[in-house]
């Protein structure tokens, strides 16, 4: 199995298409399509189901993709050890919708100055979903926070349980976020709504709010969740009276124009960059370092 194959056949499942293989990897449409076929005969599988020239992966073709981006990862990361003083020219970013709208614009600006020849591509996404993508090796690194309800001990480092290194970027602060004319809340019950707007599992935010909802007393009761892609719905729908919400500070301090919502501070969540514990490249050490100066000098 040839290095150019996989990299033929990485192209090949994520253009989803001979044609835009061919295009993005300067080869010729036959070379293209004469190597996957090789690869196939090679390994006695269909790799892809082809509708016309629509290629979609198989199962087979789905493990294997895993095992071609880890073999291609790890290739990059070799070069890069080789030599740790030149950035790669490409770094894969993961973060969560609040981190891109309030935090990434300033950081990856700076850091796109001193390192204009690095392409950047950046994936949103839940912290859990982020960090899958990181050890399944489709990320280079993400922005993820931990869903730890302020006051929780952790025994251990819940990052380095998971295989990953972490470096810490910023504090959230995280506010409950009620309709207008909403009485103050001290406390869980005294919230009158019944259904609170959040994103899919795999949120920590979600997380830490479910978190601080459990903690009522004896006469806790149950809660709806209305689930949305977006702060922006998220926002609307509490401005709207239906429903109530947890969300960063930051993203509050984004609108034009003051939401009439009351809010009422609830934790204060780290939010951190994270990449799988091996993880090496001159890219992701710069962007290590700029994060340590954000973390130290936030404004």
Known sequence: MEFSTLEIFHAVATQKSVTRAARHLARVQSNVTTRVRHLEEELDVQLFSRSGRRMTLTPKGQQMLGYAQRLLSLAEEARQAMKPDQAADRLRIGAM??????????LL???HSRWPQIAMDISIGTSRSLMEDVLGD???CAFVAEAVFQGAVESINPFAARGLQATRAYTEEMLLVLPPNHAPVKRPRDITLTTAAVFPGGCAYRGVLEGWLG???SQHRGWN???LASYHAILASVAAGSCFALC??????????PLDVVTRPIA???TFLVARAAYRSGA???????????ASNPT
């Open 284 to 294: 992701y050490e710069e962007l290590v370092q700029y994060v340590r100066t954000w």
């Open 138 to 140: 489709r990320l280079d």
């Open 248 to 257: 960063p500070k930051s993203v509050l301090d984004l609108q034009r124009a």
């Open 268 to 270: 204060m969540i780290d």
């Open 109 to 111: 600006s700076a850091y």
């Open 97 to 106: 919708e609040s981190t891109a709208a309030a935090r990434l614009p300033g």
């Open 225 to 227: 969740t209305l689930e």
């Open 215 to 217: 903690h009522a007393d």
